[in-house]
């Protein structure tokens, strides 16, 4: 009879254990389809911005997009979960609002005046090249491979050809007014994704991401009008409306709840490989839809870039689960 017990207890557990991984599996499916939402609706958003951007200034356009998005994920929580910021969490969602949407966001669309939208879209893809390097600030048991050096430099490398066509304008324009503010825009992406990891830990993230887009759009609208460059809504044509519509669902509402669901079940590092989808969908549909130039030096630029990013994504990766098995086998050493 014991013999027997011990049988069924054991078909038991491996019964259970096989069902536990089917679930983590299905879990990370779930997470890697997320990440591919995020990787095609974010490469749309940009045109979507350049649109808007032709007849609404572009920090009142950010902001009206993350009033109306934030919005909706504050009306959910206030009505169906009784949830409202605590004391204790106000001044992070309040930080976190202008590193995630007044700077990174703000600052990415406000690029798109002074460059084309693809262009706008390259330099955002070097985020997780930041994410590495910040990275490596926070933890200083990181040590960069030659695969890694390598990566950073054909990053910025592949940024720098991309626009060899456009060294005039950069030189005797305001043009490199739209790289200065792309470049702080992908810096401080980055460092809000290491940030929402961080904070995914104690506070709902939906929760938090609904009131960061929602005081960012106060912000964002308040600094608009204060400052002169706001235009009435009721001048606003139906192409800006149909555009600030789009990135308000697509663009804040989906693409955002996505980004924030791969987050929570994904390494920071793989969740930013949507980094290798979105300009390339933004140069196509730049060059197709509104005209944008498509040259040689685009496509090879981009190319390079994305080469540099995977390769730092890769090392990295790798270092983290070298670094995570060692930790394992330490602690079951000890035990």
């Known amino acids: ?67 109306l998005g934030g919005a909706m994920y504050v009306l959910y929580f206030a009505l169906f979960k009784k949830m409202i910021p605590q004391k204790h969490q106000i001044w992070r969602i309040i930080w976190m609002s202008v590193i995630m949407f007044v700077l990174s966001n703000g600052l990415s669309v406000l690029s798109l005046v002074y460059m084309p939208s693809g262009l706008g879209a390259v330099v955002a893809a070097i985020t997780p ?7 490596y600030i926070f933890f200083k048991h990181i040590r960069f491979k030659v695969q890694t050096v390598i990566g950073i430099l054909l990053g910025f490398m592949g940024v720098a050809i991309t ?41 709902d993230p939906y929760f938090s991401l609904g009131w960061q887009m929602f005081t960012s759009g106060i912000i964002l609208n ?18 800006a409306w149909m555009a600030i519509l789009y990135l308000i ?47 040689w030096f685009i496509v090879g630029g981009t190319v390079v870039t994305l080469f540099g990013v995977y390769l730092v994504n890769n090392s990295f990766r790798r270092k983290l689960r070298r670094s995570t098995s060692q930790k394992t086998q330490i602690k079951s050493n000890k035990v």
Not at 129 to 135: A, E, K, Q, T
Not at 181 to 191: E, P, V, Y
Not at 254 to 264: E, M, S, T
């Open 249 to 295: 669902i697509i663009g804040s509402v989906i693409a955002f709840g996505a980004y924030v669901y791969a987050l929570k079940r994904l390494p920071a590092t793989l969740v930013s490989i949507h980094s290798y989808i979105n300009p390339i969908i933004a140069v196509i549909l730049g060059n197709l839809i509104i005209g944008e130039d498509l040259s």
């Open 222 to 239: 308040a600094y608009s009008y204060f400052s002169g460059n706001f235009v009435s809504y009721s001048k606003v044509p139906a192409e």
């Open 129 to 135: 090249i930041w994410v590495v390097l910040l990275s």
């Open 163 to 203: 626009f060899f066509d456009y060294v005039q304008k950069i030189f005797h324009s305001d043009f490199s007014l739209g790289i200065i503010f792309g470049l702080i825009a992908s810096l401080t992406w980055g460092m809000g994704t290491l940030l929402t990891v961080k904070q995914a830990k104690d506070m």
């Open 1 to 67: 009879m014991a013999i027997r017990a011990i049988r069924i207890l054991r078909i038991m557990l491996y019964k259970r254990s096989k069902s536990g991984r089917r679930r983590k599996r299905s879990k990370r499916g779930k997470a890697m389809f997320a990440v591919g939402v995020v990787s095609v609706l974010w490469g749309t958003t940009w045109l979507a911005s350049k649109v808007g951007i032709k007849h609404i200034p572009a920090l009142q356009l950010s902001g009206l997009r993350h009033l």
